[in-house]
């Protein structure tokens, strides 16, 4: 059993993976401020300590409260085309909370953490799929505020022997089970705002930028599934207590269409899903596609979930038990 604080454990992703945890037998603290996390994601089974990744005394409160082996940290700031109107948010919550929680490590002896990264820091990539070796250019100050942690954990690797995994996600999609979805407000990513069409609660979805280099004009994407990223968390904190640092790029190595997403989902839901066509957006490459070649064959990874379809209808039957996300939802 391992003592894990999960930082942003009440998020989308970090709540996925505090469930794993429990369910693998490890003892689990979550910090968050809920400000996009919810109470309801997280059981009350599981602590649950309130409080910003900036903020040096609520951090040094929930250290004291158990000798922690391991962080894996989520908290932040999460959605690209707002980055570009107010990088300086992003700056000061991702690189500056994330210096702020190492140094809390720090004070207290934890030498492992998992980092919630992004592909994001690749920007407009020179080849496709992505491999961790590729040039980190972003096109967004949600990108490069992601890119200055990375720059940031080898040194302390190299001056206090911390030893990280950086795991960068391509796009997460899908619901852990009908309780447990993706609910962010306000919501930007394709596919949940694709199934609220479905569900009656927008009448369309934006197709941002038809002229982009890709077969139908429309961005590309990998999906992959948060019950797969989860996975991945939990062999990649296995894996460190070997290893010094690790960098993994995490998707199913196909991309899909804006518009074959919205396809998709068409047929999964029935409903026809208007669309409209809108102008590009400031920081969005053409084709973001991943190569997982490095995690499956020194970790043993895989996608469970690889069909896009899979993915969606997964989703799809959250939004349907969960129309107003978790809204009026206790903790479980």
Request: charged share 20%; hydrophobic share 40%; glycine share 10%.
């Amino acid at each position: 059993m391992t003592n894990v604080l999960v930082v942003g454990g009440a998020g989308y992703i970090g709540s996925a993976v505090t469930a794993h945890l429990v369910k693998a037998g490890h003892a689990v603290t979550v910090f968050d401020d809920l400000s996009h996390g919810h109470r309801a994601a997280v059981s009350t089974s599981i602590e649950l300590a309130v409080g910003d990744v900036g903020d040096a005394a609520a951090l040094d409160a929930v250290f004291g409260r158990r000798s922690f082996q391991v962080v894996m940290h989520f908290a932040g700031l999460i959605e690209a085309g707002e980055s570009m109107k107010a990088p300086e948010r992003y700056f000061r919550t991702n690189s500056a909370g994330a210096l702020s929680l190492l140094e809390a490590m720090l004070r207290h002896g934890v030498g492992r953490l998992v980092f919630s990264s992004t592909a994001a820091l690749f920007g407009d990539p020179e080849r496709t799929p992505v491999t961790e070796d590729g040039r980190m250019r972003p096109t967004n100050a949600y990108g490069a505020s992601k890119l200055l942690i990375e720059q940031m954990l080898p040194w302390m690797n190299t001056a206090h022997g911390l030893r990280f995994a950086c795991l960068r996600y391509f796009n997460a999609a899908g619901a852990r089970d009908p309780d447990n979805g993706e609910d962010h407000r306000p919501e930007t990513h394709l596919i949940p705002l694709v199934l609220k069409v479905a569900s009656g609660q927008r009448e369309n979805v934006s197709v941002f930028g038809g002229d982009y280099p890709t077969p139908d004009g429309s961005c590309v994407r990998d999906y992959v599934h948060v019950d797969d990223l989860a996975r991945a968390h939990l062999l990649a904190m296995d894996a460190l207590g070997e290893r010094q640092m690790l960098h993994y790029n995490l998707g199913n190595g196909e991309g899909f269409s804006v518009r074959q997403v919205i396809q998709a989902a068409r047929e999964v839901t029935g409903h026809p899903i208007p669309c409209l066509e809108a102008a590009r957006r400031a920081g969005d490459p053409a084709t973001l596609v991943a190569s997982s070649a490095s995690i499956r064959a020194e970790l043993g990874w895989r996608p469970e979930v690889p069909e896009l379809k899979d993915i969606i209808a997964s989703a799809w039957e959250w939004h349907r038990c969960h129309p107003h996300g978790y809204d009026g939802a206790a903790r479980r």
